[in-house]
Every structure is written in C-alpha cells, then in structure tokens.
C-alpha cells in the first residue's frame, strides 16, 4: 500500500469544499502516479491536467499510467509537451509541462471543460509554473469558481504556501521504504567532483542494487563516467542520463538493468523529482546543481554550480526509497548539510523575466498585479521591459504591439521568436534568411559549439548536422514550410543575430566590447581583433563577460535592414577625461554611439545645468572644494530634524542629493567649468534651505560654539549618533556646576576635560559629580606636572581662566 491511499478519501472530501488544496506527501508515496490515475479511475474529476516541471518526468509518468490502463498514449491518459501532443476525445488527464498550462490559459482563460489542475512538485518553483498558477488563480477569481487546483511536493514550505493560497493542507506521513544517510566528508572541498568516482566504487562494494549519482550537468557526468572507466566493473553497467538526451538513451538509463547486472546512472537534477529509475536502492548526492543567474547588468543568463538546498537534498534521497528500502551517500558532512539554505531560490527572482512579462502583457495586466508568490525586483521589471522594447514587442507607452502579438503566438522564447517572425518579413528583400534564422535558433538550442565564429559553426553543422541539432532544426523548417538550403545565406547573420540579441551588439573598446546595454566584455583571443563592431549570440563566463560566440557586424547593413534599432539624440554632457562640454548630434544603437557630430545648436543654460547635476550626482558633494566645512553643518541640520521634527524637514546629505535639482540648480546657471563649479559656495547653497527664522531657530538650538566661563568660544563637536563633544581645558570651565544642554535639554553633551598641553583628563556628562569626586586625583597629578597653573581645591566655585597664573 502506497502512503497516499492513505489520505486519498481525505483529500478527496477537501477537494470538494475548497478550492485550492494543498498537498505534503514523502518522495515515493504515489502522489504524482497513483493519485492522479485513482481520480480518473473513480471519475470525481471529469478532466484533469497535472503540470510536471520537466520533459522526461512527464512523458515518464504519461507513458506508465497509460501502462496502467492497458492503453496507448492518448486514450485517456494524454501528454502534450513541446513538439509533442498525444490527446484524443477520451482524454480525461493531461500530463502537460513547460509553458503549455499557460498558454492554454491565454487561449481559453476559462480553462473550459478541465475541472481540476494538479501542479506537481511545486518546490522546484519554475518561472512556468509560477506563471499558470498565477493566471489558474485569476481564472478562479474572474471566470471559475468550480474549477480545483491542487499544489502538491514533497518539500514545501507549507506555512509560507499555505498563506499565499489561503488554503487547507493535507499531509501524507511516512515514505515507501526506509532511507539511510552515510556522510562522506571531504579533505579538500574544491576538488569534491575528483572524490565522485571513488564514492561509487565504494558504494558498490558496501551496497546491493544499482545507484543512482547525482551530478550538476552534462560535463560532470562525461568526467565521472570516463573516471569510472578505468574501474573493473564488469557486473555493472554505467548510464548517463540528462535533459537535453537522445530520448532512446534517456529510457535506456530509465529501465531496469539487465539480468546479472548492476546500473550506475550519472544524472542532473532531472531525476530528482516524479521518476522512477528500476532497481535504484542506493543514491549518491554530490550535494551540488546547476543554477541559472541572470546578470542584470550583461542581460545574461550564467550556468553556475551551487550547493543544492536541503529540500532538494531530501527529494533525491527519496529516489533511494522507491522500490525497497535504500541507503543514500552525502557528499560533505552532516554540518555542512545543516548549514544549507532551506529552499532552492526561485527562478522568477534569479532569471531573466522577459517571458514571464510578455505573459502579463498578453494576460492584460500589469505584471505587479499577479498573483505571484514572489515578486520579481523592479530592476528585472525595468530590464525586461528595455529588451521587448528594443524587440519591438513593446511600444514606448509599454503596449504590446501588433508583432508583438506575432512573437508571443510563436510560443517559444521572445528573442528567438522576434528572430523567426522579422526574418520571415525580411526574406523578399534578403533571401535565405529565414532559413538561417531556423539554422542559428536550432544551434543556440542544441547547445553545440564548434566555433566562437558562428559562421564557421552554422557552416559545420549545415555540411554535417549532428543528430541533435538536426533533431532541433526539422520542427522549425517543418513550421515555416522551408526545405534545406543548397546554400546558407551566411551574409545575412549579422542582422539575423541582430534581431534575437540586439542588446548584444557591441562596440570594441580597448581590448574588449562595450555591448549595446551598457555593459562591458572581454575579446576572444582569436577572433573579431580587427572587427570595430560584433554581433553575440552567447554570453557567460565570470560576470557573463566572456564570449562564447559572435561574428562580425557590417552598421551599413544593419541600418538598411533594422532602422528601427537606431535612434538619434542630441546629447549635452561633460566630458570627464577632456574636462569640457560635448554638445553632439548622436545616432545610437542602446547605449552605443554609432556616430557623433557637433551640434550646430548653441549651448542651451538648462542643458548644461542638467549635465552639471547628472556629474554631482554621481560624485556627491564630495566634488565641491568646501565639502569638509560643510559636514558640520549638515549633520546639525540632521540632528534639527530629529530633535524638531515640526520646524525642519530632512537635509542630510543624501536627500540633498537626492534633491538636488531643486536647490543647487539656481546656483549653476552661470558655470561654464570644472574648477568653477568646484569652487561653488555649497554652504551657502545648503543653508538656502533654510528660512532666515530657521537659520536663527537652528543656531539656538544647535549652535556651532558655546562661550565657556573663561570667556572663550569653543566649537562643538556634532555627530548623528552619540552626544555632542566639547573639548575644552579644565581651568576654563572653573566655577560651572552643571553641564551646558542642548536642542531644550534633548542633546547631552559631553563633556572632555583637557591638560594645558591640550591632552584628555576626564569624559563626563555631570560635572557637578567630577568637581565632587575624580578631581581631587586629577588635581594631585596635574599639581606637580604644570605647577604654573590653577589647580584649586573647590573648582566648582574658582575663577575660570585661560591663562597661567602669574597672570591672571
């Protein structure tokens, strides 16, 4: 009995009286499997789709139900997956991954005829499933309030869930079979993937069954695949398995070793969740992932490899426990697993969002309005919205446009898709292009790399395709009703490159390339050196900054082709390396400056005041010459507000900067240099913000000095946090009993008591309490060190004075 028939009635009952339901279940307790066929066989639901967050899982799991019904795919199991859909009348479950839950959302928003959505392990927190749950909820909302959704895993974070959803949870206790964890630790944690190879040999010799690895991808398992090569495992058979896979070669390292053999399968994180491996009884957890981080200033999405959570931990784990009870292998020791995150960090809030934002734009709403459980940064927002403006899926009002409407209809990724949709509107004019825009999209998808010069690897792979990147090129040659050319039209790469990645144009600069967002990358060693402009199809590397693939750029031909990527503006600004004014006439692709010519216009006053507080601004007031003689009075200015809040507003340095257009701005019309500007009079300029009433109320509450009994002014030392400083000698404040108070007695002030050499005696807040006690020691001490001045025996009632006492 799988642990889910346990809680199957339960779960069943809740269904029906709320609308959303979520559910906790151990890795191998038949909630991705058995559950959703018991629903089909017992007819509560009429028509269910259950979205899987990977490709193998979901035809895995569709081809075993189907098993189970002693039918075909199809019948009344179905899978619709990219460039495969197997559904029929007599469906009743859908097993649908990636984007098609959401664009079957978009079509059809009433989700007509589907009365139950099941979205399986939701721990792994795909921008994908993140979407549909997010328009599924909408749908309930606005158009069905029948419609179930059931959120189902076996590491949720229930409370933050359960909160979000408004809902009931349902857990299941207990997993199939038992699990044993063996931590291995490592002398040298960065050579963790050398220790892999030795961990399997060991597990085999402890362990009975066949073993499942853990690895964070594709050149990892290459690594551990070839080390185990030099093992005698004559009795065991080693299997790669991963994603982007041969599907023959995928269901090989599925099925059960053959008779009298063991199977070692080298897997990513694809088998960590709803897949069962046969024979699997012991897993081995190198503890370590893949991670995509988009870089935000690159707009490029790196491969990095992290340490995985503890959630992830425990679901691979689970595979060991599936057929019979296991044992698992950690990688590490038992305190560096506690020390692990709990959960993964979701991809919406590490990833580059375009998708997801043309998802809302379609939807109808603003992004900030859905239902999502984690919010992307407004930085994404904004990043995301520059790049389907420049792909013109975006208007300047962030409207979707007619071919953005196009480009979302293609249902892939928007860059790609603009490439496709603006090739097919360019082929009169430059022809074979959309030929080679189906050329460079199935070679960016395959992953294939035989040149950083991509004429060079598109020109490889048209003479001899591999399988995989034939398999990639066929769907989208069958889709544009295109044949196999007799030649590429190489030609035209620039632009095509162009339209996918024109934020990936760049410019050399220096050693490098300065791209057309901004951001700077480094040059291949051996290719574009003579090249003044590039085109990028890949990015990565540390800060994503190295190039993986380009080719050359003809701006004549770009400008012919793609006009609307350049625009014109006249610029106003300082140069900081000349010290003087540009005031030119630009054409720009993003942020490049294709070409610069001087403005017939004469020097507008606004223009170079503006360029003058955009060079403030990113100096501070550091740059003015009087910046130290103004501290003092900013931080009594600070101090003013937070005394009497009533009588002054907020004026420390950053919301001056903040501010600065209107206040400094009236004192920069005039200025016309660098060293003028540096010579401003800022204390004048801060202190306008100041009324005459203020200033006086300001000098009164916080003065810059105080008269001591001496007769002298001595300043006082102001700081934001902490009382105010007067450093003083101690025969000037002879005859003073209490200790001055400021700001209305709100501001202590302390009080530092000097030597006539001007060295600290004595800190204090009450000086009442020292003439009373401390003094009596200092005055022993001082007595014989500086005989030539006053030390009397009650300072609380002597004559102060400045001077020795032969004069006084």
Known sequence: MLPIESVYNSLIDTLKLHSCVLLQAPPGAGKSTWLPLKMVRDGHFKHIIMLEPRRLAARNIASFLASQQQESIGASIGLRIRNEVKVSAETRLEIVTEGVLTRRLQNDPELTGVDLVIFDEFHERSMAADTALALALETQAAFREDLKLLVMSATLDTHRYQAFLECPLVVCEGRSFPVDTIYTSLANETRWLDAIAPLIRQALHEQDGSVLVFLPGQKEITHVAQSLAGYELSDTEVAPLYGNQDKRLQQAAIAPAKTGYRKVVLTTNVAETSLTIEGIRVVI???????????????????????????????????????????????????????????????????????????????????????????????????????????????????????????????????????????????????????????????????????????????????????????????????????????????????????????????????????????????????????????IASLGGHKGQRIFNATDVSIEQLLQALPYLFTKQSVCEFDEKKERFLHE???????????????????????????????????????????????????????????????????????????????????????????????????????????????QRLDALLPKKITVPSGSNITIDYQIDGPAKLSVRMQEVYGLVETPKLCNGQLPLLMELLSPARRPLQLTQDLRHFWQSSYKDVQKEMKGRYPKHFWPDDPANAQATNRVKSRM
């Open 285 to 535: 957890d190198s503890g370590k992932r893949k991670v995509a981080q988009f870089n935000l200033k690159s707009g490029v999405t790196e491969l990095v490899t992290a340490s995985i959570s503890r959630s992830s931990a425990v679901q691979r784990a689970g595979r060991a426990g599936r057929i019979e009870a296991g044992v698992v292998y950690r990688l590490g020791s038992r305190d560096q697993f506690e020390r692990r995150e709990g959960h993964d960090t979701p991809e919406i809030l590490s990833s580059d969002i375009s998708s997801l934002l043309l998802e809302a734009k379609v939807w109808g709403s603003d992004i900030r309005a859905l239902p999502l459980l984690d919010h992307p940064s407004e930085i994404q927002i904004q990043q995301a919205t520059q790049l389907l403006k420049m792909l013109e899926i975006l208007d300047n009002n962030e409207k979707l446009t007619t071919l953005g409407h196009k480009v979302y209809q293609f249902g892939t990724e928007p860059r790609l898709a603009h490439m496709l949709v603006k090739a097919q509107q360019l082929e009169t004019e430059y022809s074979g292009i959309s030929t080679l825009a189906c050329y460079l999209v199935a070679l960016i998808e395959s992953r294939i790399t035989s040149s950083p010069e991509l004429r060079v690897a598109l020109q490889a792979q048209f003479e001899r395709p591999t399988k995989l990147f034939s398999q990639q090129l066929m769907p989208w040659l069958k889709r544009l009703r295109l044949t196999k050319p007799h030649v590429l039209a190489t030609e035209h790469l620039d632009i095509t490159i162009a339209l996918a990645f024109p934020d990936r144009l760049a410019k050399r600069r220096g050693q490098g390339f300065v791209l057309a967002n901004g951001a700077g990358v480094n040059s291949h060693e051996s290719h574009w050196l003579g090249s003044d402009y590039i085109a």
């Open 585 to 695: 006439d630009r054409t720009l692709i993003g942020n490049l400056v294709i070409e610069a010519t001087p403005s017939s216009q004469k020097i507008d006053v606004a223009a170079r005041t503006q360029a003058w507080l955009m060079l403030i601004e990113k100096y501070g007031l550091k740059l003015f010459k009087d910046y130290d003689t103004v501290l003092p009075l900013l931080t009594r200015m600070t101090l003013a507000q937070r005394y009497s809040p009533l009588e002054f507003v907020e004026l420390d340095e950053q919301s001056l900067l903040n501010n600065i257009a209107t206040w400094l701005a009236p004192y920069l019309s005039d200025i016309k240099q660098l060293p003028q500007l540096k010579k401003l009079a800022l204390k004048e300029a801060v202190l306008s913000q100041l009324d005459w009433q203020q200033q």
